[in-house]
Structure formats: C-alpha cells, structure tokens
C-alpha cells in the first residue's frame, strides 16, 4: 500500500524568505509524485509533478521539488516567498505501475507574514 | 485550458431533499472523479469513471448517487443526507491511459460545491 507523509501542520516564514514543505512517500517500486496547493474556499490547483528524469522538478509559480530516492521525500521549495503563497499544499503519490489511485498526505499550511 | 467547471457553488438541503451536483470538463479527459473533502483535511475519493462507466466506488453510501451522461459532464445525485454529510465536493478530471493500469494521470479539480445539510 502506499502512503504520504507531509511531517509539518503548519510552515510560517517570512515574505522574501526561501521557503520548504516537506513530503515522504512510501510506494512499492517507482513514484508518481505530485503537489497540488489549495486557497481557501477553493478547489486543488496542479502545481507540479515527478514522473521520472531530472531530480529537480520545476512548477508553477516559481516552485520547484526535488525528488530524492534514497531518502524518498519529495519536498517542495521556492526560493522567495509570497504573502500570496500562503495556502493549504498537498503531496501525493502513486506507484508507477499496477491498479492504484493518488494517495494525498494530510496537508501542510503555509503562512507567509508580511 | 485546463478548467473544470462545477456548479452550483454553494447547496444547502434539508436531509429529505434531492439535489445533484454537476461537473464539465472540455479537455479531453476519459477519467473523471468525485472527491469529498472537510475542511482543512485532504480529499477523500468517492467514486472514478473511466470512459464514462463506473470504476471505482469507494464504498460510499448510496444515498450518493454519480452519473456519467456523456464524456464532459459528472453528476452527483444527492438523497436522504445527513449533517456529517455537509463537506466541499470536488470534482476532477484526468487523461485515462489504460495501458498503464492506474489513475496516476495528473488531475485537475473543479473549485467544488460546498454542501451543507441541515
């Protein structure tokens, strides 16, 4: 069975400053990895996802994540933030072969303060 | 353009109305989904329609009714709820590629319908 876990209720960092959301996964065989963000009252918006290739996935509105294997995390990181980034970040997962569906981790609010 | 769009955005019901939920999506996709999600929790996947027939039911009670009429639109036909039953409702879509087996595709939610049952 595969899982998510995203440690951190809540991440507080300040405007401007480089910001991480932390994501690990456990899935047998290789991962599916995506962070979708949501703002309140709102749906989930795709902000990137790993498939295969290249460690360092880079997304929309500046941000990136970077898949590590032997540490199977899958953190997401933007070098400023925004006061506008402040939202709800899922990480979620799929194994890359066999009959599954994403499994989403908790999630973790981020509050940038001006 | 990568919008799905879902109405109404807002439905309040007594528990012995009918109401449904409807969802269109004009990308293409062949995998659509129906999430319900509590606040400040992740979604939880309620029922996955591939190529418009049912695959997924995640043993959700039937007073939860879905309904794929064509390959843009997802209803959720709603009977008999309950308070616990008030949540966000999303709706999503993704390309279905049957050959790798999974609904691993990327997903795209609608804005959802917040429910609530009095």
């Known amino acids: 069975a595969q899982s998510v876990a995203q440690p951190e209720d809540q991440v507080n960092v300040a405007e401007g400053n480089p910001l991480t959301v932390k994501c690990t996964y456990s899935v047998s065989g290789n991962p599916y990895l995506f962070w979708y963000v949501q703002y309140p009252n709102r749906g989930l918006q795709f902000l990137l996802k790993?498939?295969?290739?290249?460690?360092l996935v880079k997304g929309s509105y500046g941000f990136e994540a970077e898949f590590n294997k032997s540490q199977t995390s899958f953190h997401l990181k933007k070098p400023s933030a925004l006061v506008s980034d402040s939202a709800l970040y899922f990480c979620a997962v799929s194994p890359n072969s066999g009959y599954s569906t994403l499994t989403f981790g908790k999630g973790t609010m981020l509050l940038v303060s001006p | 353009d990568t919008e799905v769009t879902q109405t109404p955005k807002h439905l309040v019901m007594g528990m012995t109305n009918k109401k449904s939920l409807k969802c269109e999506q004009h990308m293409g996709h062949r995998a659509m989904y129906w999430y319900k999600q509590k606040a400040k929790k992740p979604p939880e996947l309620m029922f996955v329609y591939s190529y418009e027939k049912l695959s997924i039911n995640e043993s959700v009670p039937s007073r939860f009714s879905p309904e794929c009429p064509n390959s843009s639109l997802l209803n959720l036909h709603l009977h008999a709820l309950q308070p616990e039953d008030s949540a966000l409702y999303l709706c999503?879509?993704?390309?279905?590629?049957?050959?790798?087996?999974?609904?691993?595709?990327?997903?795209?939610f609608g804005p959802g319908t917040r429910l609530l049952v009095l």
């Open positions: 999503a879509s993704s390309q279905d590629r049957r050959s790798s087996g999974g609904y691993r595709e990327t997903q795209y």
């Open positions: 790993y498939i295969t290739g290249d460690n």
